[in-house]
T-cell receptor, first 118, second 114 residues
Framework: DADVTQTPRNRITKTGKRIMLECSQTKGHDRMYWYRQDPGLGLRLIYYSFDVKDINKGEISDGYSVSRQAQAKFSLSLESAIPNQTALYFC?????????????????FGPGTRLTVL | QQPVQSPQAVILREGEDAVINCSSSKALYSVHWYRQKHGEAPVFLMILLKGGEQKGHEKISASFNEKKQQSSLYLTASQLSYSGTYFC???????????????FGKGTKLSVIP
């Protein structure tokens, strides 16, 4: 019953390689997010998208790019992976509510992708 | 700028209570609370909005002090299942509403022992 799925779940790659992490959701949410999690640092926002035509940079977008192929799909790319991009990556989605706006809707996280860059 | 969570870690015995705090240097519009168990994704607990609105799980309570720019999560009569890392995520004031971006704290690790 996975409403937010991420592929792959684990990936080991080498410095300089281009890789793509994919996120799909069946929740029908417009809003999608990419976060990275490093031990002791919490979750940091990389990019977010409020609909297919709306892409926004987050706190740490350098070295990353995204593509919103459809309402249900949001991909994260590392054009040239480097070791300090080794982290746990989470995709999340949220709904829209007129009352309170986007800030008033909980985020639903996918299971995560553990990426190791050697 | 990340909100600051305190304490960084706490150990409780079953049945004990705990308070986790989240403070920001910016004027806050909303505070979200999530719990993450080891090896799993974060799971929603509660949202508190400037002005007093809130929603979340029945057994979880929290407060939002707009003047002090901080929120507290109250865990009462703790159970083993409460163990995990608790994160607050905040959005700040912008044009009269939120900024639509959540900035998460570094987390508070809660361990409940029998």
């Amino acid at each position: 019953d996975a409403d937010v799925t991420q592929t792959p779940r684990n990936r080991i790659t080498k410095t300089g390689k281009r890789i793509m992490l994919e996120c799909s959701q069946t929740k029908g949410h417009d809003r999608m997010y990419w976060y990275r999690q490093d031990p002791g640092l919490g979750l940091r926002l990389i990019y977010y998208s409020f609909d297919v035509k709306d892409i926004n940079k987050g706190e740490i977008s350098d070295g990353y790019s995204v593509s919103r192929q459809a309402q249900a799909k949001f991909s994260l790319s590392l054009e040239s992976a480097i070791p300090n991009q080794t982290a746990l990556y989470f995709c999340a989605t949220s709904d829209f509510s007129l009352a309170g706006g986007p800030d008033y809707n909980e985020q639903f996280f996918g299971p995560g992708t553990r990426l190791t860059v050697l | 700028q990340q909100p600051v969570q305190s304490p960084q870690a706490v150990i409780l015995r079953e049945g004990e209570d705990a308070v986790i705090n989240c403070s920001s240097s910016k004027a806050l519009y909303s505070v979200h609370w999530y719990r993450q168990k080891h090896g799993e994704a974060p799971v929603f607990l509660m949202i508190l909005l400037k002005g007093g609105e809130q929603k979340g799980h029945e057994k979880i309570s929290a407060s939002f002090n707009e003047k002090k720019q901080q929120s507290s999560l109250y865990l009462t009569a703790s159970q083993l299942s409460y163990s995990g890392t608790y994160f607050c995520g905040t959005s700040s004031q912008g044009s009269g509403a939120g900024s639509y971006q959540l900035t998460f704290g570094k987390g508070t690790k809660l361990s409940v022992i029998p």
